[in-house]
């Protein structure tokens, strides 16, 4: 599809960011203090909370309806004719119209592991992986150490590779194979700084600062005239903003957390930001995901769980609930949980997918994000 585009990822430099969890976050802060440089800066990110255009924007400005409709309508015969995936197809036209739009520079999140993700055809300025996790087994296993190789995939000959991986012995496994794949040089982030950090950030939550202390590595080890930034964190991650990050809106609280080591961020969250009591929490979780320890980190720092099934998860990957004792209750159809959550509610926290966090949004009077 690239081929049949005229190469439009060669049209622009990248940086490429992985990783389990905060890849997202990442990504927000290196693009918002490149923005404040001056510069036109695209985004792709994954997935999307309501709208597939949300996923490609310009100066934060999304890819129009009509426009992405105009690139599938083009691509339609070379989609079906190669089976490409949605995020195939949608790759694809990401870097057509970041081209089209004439960025300077975009920032590209990965999708899924590294090696084998469609973003990996970009030869970036820098390469970076957040941490590494469970997830996805079914596509790239249950041992952390083969995780961690397949996000090293992204490294490239002479290019930066950055990580803010903690656990010693994944970081080495993260280390090796970049260094396998010829990346130079390869940064290390002692994300146990956060401790010691005080700066204002623009997304909430302790572990932001561990991404942002990954985000000021990767801004650093750009080539000028993108880089570096200097040893302070720029002043524009005050700014950075992404929805769905232990995003506070009113008494609602909406984080995409959609694995074990995600909710128990959104837990040390809520005990750091102290919300206003009962805090109720609304939960939908593909059963492809390990839900039960997910809820079991959740259940101690909410006053009510609420569990419930988010529309726009494909039937195959709902969930269905055994008993969970009595403070815990299931209620499938999710516009009456949306509406009962809110009962005696001091705080509402949504979370558990991004497919529950865009629904509730869609259907949140004034809160679906701009795409």
Same mark, same amino acid.
């Given at each position: 599809?690239?081929?049949?585009?005229?190469?439009?990822?060669?049209?622009?430099?990248?940086?490429?960011?992985?990783?389990?969890?905060?890849?997202?976050?990442t990504c927000?802060?290196?693009?918002?203090?490149?923005?404040?440089?001056?510069?036109?800066?695209?985004?792709?990110?994954?997935?999307?909370?309501?709208?597939?255009?949300?996923?490609?924007?310009? +100066?934060?400005?999304?890819?129009?309806?009509?426009?992405?409709?105009?690139?599938?309508?083009? /691509?339609?015969?070379?989609?079906?004719?190669?089976? #490409?995936?949605?995020?195939? !197809?949608?790759? !694809?036209?990401?870097?057509?119209?970041?081209?089209?739009?004439?960025?300077?520079?975009? &920032?590209?999140?990965?999708?899924?592991?590294?090696? /084998?993700? !469609?973003?990996?055809?970009?030869?970036?300025?820098?390469?970076?992986?957040?941490?590494?996790?469970?997830?996805?087994?079914?596509?790239?296993?249950?041992?952390?150490?083969?995780?961690?190789?397949?996000?090293?995939?992204?490294?490239?000959?002479?290019?930066?590779?950055?990580?803010?991986?903690?656990?010693?012995?994944?970081? #080495?496994?993260?280390?090796?194979?970049a260094k396998?794949?010829?990346?130079?040089?390869?940064?290390?982030?002692?994300?146990?700084?956060?401790?010691?950090?005080?700066?204002?950030?623009?997304?909430?939550?302790?572990?932001?600062?561990?991404?942002?202390?990954?985000?000021?590595?990767?801004?650093? #080890?750009?080539?000028?005239?993108?880089? =570096?930034?200097?040893?302070?964190?720029?002043?524009?991650?005050?700014?950075?903003?992404?929805?769905?990050?232990?995003? &506070?809106?009113?008494?609602?609280?909406?984080?995409?957390?959609?694995?074990?080591?995600?909710?128990?961020?959104?837990a040390d969250?809520?005990?750091?930001?102290?919300?206003?009591?009962?805090?109720? !929490?609304?939960?939908?979780?593909?059963?492809?995901? +390990?839900?039960?320890?997910?809820?079991?980190?959740?259940?101690?720092? &909410? +006053?009510? /769980?609420? /569990?419930?099934?988010?529309?726009?998860?494909?039937?195959?990957?709902?969930?269905?609930?055994?008993?969970?004792? =009595?403070?815990?209750?299931?209620?499938? +159809?999710?516009?009456?949980?949306?509406?009962?959550?809110?009962?005696?509610?001091?705080?509402?926290? &949504?979370?558990?997918?991004?497919?529950?966090?865009?629904?509730?949004?869609?259907?949140?009077?004034?809160?679906?994000?701009?795409?």
């Open positions: 599809m690239l081929d049949v585009l005229g190469r439009p990822e060669r049209h622009f430099p990248a940086i490429h960011i992985g990783g389990t969890n905060g890849k997202g976050s927000a802060f290196v693009a918002n203090e490149l923005r404040a440089q001056g510069w036109r800066v695209g985004l792709y990110t994954s997935p999307h909370l309501v709208s597939p255009t949300e996923r490609i924007t310009v +100066d934060d400005v999304p890819i129009s309806e009509a426009a992405f409709a105009e690139w599938t309508t083009q /691509l339609r015969s070379h989609i079906e004719r190669l089976d #490409a995936s949605f995020f195939e !197809a949608t790759t !694809a036209i990401a870097f057509a119209d970041l081209a089209a739009r004439g960025v300077d520079i975009a &920032v590209i999140e990965v999708g899924l592991g590294g090696r /084998l993700d !469609a973003t990996n055809v970009l030869t970036p300025l820098v390469s970076a992986v957040t941490k590494i996790a469970l997830e996805h087994a079914d596509y790239l296993g249950s041992d952390l150490k083969g995780i961690a190789r397949e996000k090293a995939g992204i490294a490239k000959p002479k290019v930066p590779f950055v990580t803010g991986e903690p656990d010693h012995d994944i970081r #080495a496994e993260l280390v090796k194979e396998r794949r010829g990346a130079e040089p390869i940064i290390m982030v002692d994300t146990s700084l956060r401790a010691r950090r005080s700066t204002k950030l623009g997304l909430r939550g302790r572990h932001q600062v561990a991404n942002a202390l990954v985000a000021h590595a990767v801004l650093n #080890a750009l080539p000028e005239p993108f880089g =570096p930034v200097g040893k302070n964190f720029p002043a524009s991650f005050a700014n950075a903003y992404i929805p769905g990050r232990f995003e &506070v809106r009113g008494k609602w609280i909406f984080d995409v957390a959609h694995n074990p080591d995600g909710m128990q961020v959104v969250a809520i005990r750091d930001y102290k919300p206003r009591p009962p805090v109720h !929490a609304l939960v939908g979780i593909r059963n492809d995901k +390990d839900w039960r320890a997910m809820l079991e980190t959740l259940r101690p720092v &909410v +006053d009510r /769980l609420v /569990l419930t099934v988010p529309p726009s998860i494909p039937v195959m990957q709902r969930w269905s609930i055994e008993d969970m004792g =009595p403070e815990v209750s299931f209620e499938p +159809d999710f516009e009456r949980a949306l509406h009962d959550i809110q009962e005696s509610a001091g705080t509402v926290l &949504v979370t558990g997918s991004f497919h529950t966090v865009g629904d509730a949004l869609a259907r949140l009077p004034g809160f679906a994000p701009v795409g």
